[in-house]
């Protein structure tokens, strides 16, 4: 499964080492609101991992969702995960490419501030992260071509990128022991 936006929405998904990929990418969708979903999701599901990949959303200039709100959301999010003994990999924030309109709207020193929670909460459960956000960035960089197409939502191209480094994690993750004990502690 993988749990995210319209980012996650428009990729193309095949199957992952020998699994279905069950897109679960919502336009607009936020970590605050997400939890009733992915509760539902893990009730129908029986795959052996779950990838969450969302908070662009959250990082509008106008959203109301603070560091502190996006950080007990997203670690409910990754405890219900772990407490339904799946594997859990969490990708970062990609890029905002603020020169184009899409990407005006959004707050990056907010979507910064989100992706070190992703990454805080990552390391204190244990998944891997997937930081697509450097990626994203070197290939910018080394390529002298924008990500996006608009801001926000990826060129075909980097959209290949994100998946192809998120299922190299998920690969990774899947061939590691299983979680004796996949009810973490809370912080």
Same mark, same amino acid.
């Given at each position: 499964?993988?749990? /995210?936006?319209?980012?996650?929405?428009?990729?193309?998904?095949?199957?992952?080492? /020998?699994?279905? +990929?069950?897109? *679960?990418?919502?336009? /607009?969708?936020?970590? %605050?609101?997400? !939890?009733?979903?992915?509760?539902?999701?893990?009730?129908?599901?029986?795959?052996?991992?779950?990838?969450?990949?969302?908070?662009?959303?959250?990082?509008?200039?106008?959203?109301? =969702?603070?560091?502190?709100?996006?950080?007990?959301?997203? !670690?409910?999010?990754? !405890?219900?995960?772990?407490?339904?003994?799946?594997?859990?990999?969490? +990708?970062?924030?990609?890029?905002? &490419?603020?020169?184009?309109? &899409? /990407? !005006?709207?959004?707050?990056?020193?907010?979507? &910064?501030?989100?992706?070190?929670? +992703?990454?805080?909460?990552?390391?204190? %459960?244990?998944?891997?992260?997937?930081?697509?956000?450097?990626?994203? =960035?070197?290939?910018?960089?080394? &390529?002298?071509?924008?990500?996006?197409?608009?801001? +926000?939502? %990826? =060129?075909?191209?980097?959209?290949? *990128?994100?998946?192809?480094?998120?299922?190299?994690?998920?690969?990774?993750? %899947?061939?590691?022991?299983?979680?004796?004990?996949?009810?973490?502690?809370?912080?």
């Amino acid at each position: 499964v993988i749990l /995210g936006d319209s980012i996650v929405e428009q990729l193309y998904c095949p199957a992952l080492a /020998g699994n279905n +990929v069950f897109n *679960a990418g919502i336009s /607009g969708a936020r970590v %605050l609101e997400s !939890q009733d979903f992915l509760n539902e999701i893990l009730t129908l599901t029986q795959g052996p991992l779950v990838i969450l990949a969302m908070g662009v959303n959250d990082a509008f200039h106008l959203g109301e =969702t603070s560091p502190e709100q996006f950080e007990a959301g997203y !670690q409910a999010l990754a !405890q219900a995960v772990l407490a339904a003994n799946r594997r859990l990999v969490v +990708v970062n924030l990609p890029p905002i &490419e603020q020169d184009k309109p &899409e /990407g !005006q709207r959004f707050d990056t020193a907010k979507a &910064e501030r989100y992706n070190a929670v +992703v990454a805080a909460v990552a390391d204190r %459960l244990g998944g891997p992260l997937v930081d697509v956000r450097s990626l994203l =960035t070197a290939r910018r960089e080394s &390529e002298g071509k924008a990500q996006t197409v608009d801001g +926000v939502h %990826l =060129t075909p191209q980097a959209a290949v *990128a994100w998946r192809n480094a998120v299922y190299t994690a998920a690969r990774d993750a %899947l061939n590691r022991p299983a979680p004796k004990d996949a009810t973490p502690a809370t912080p």
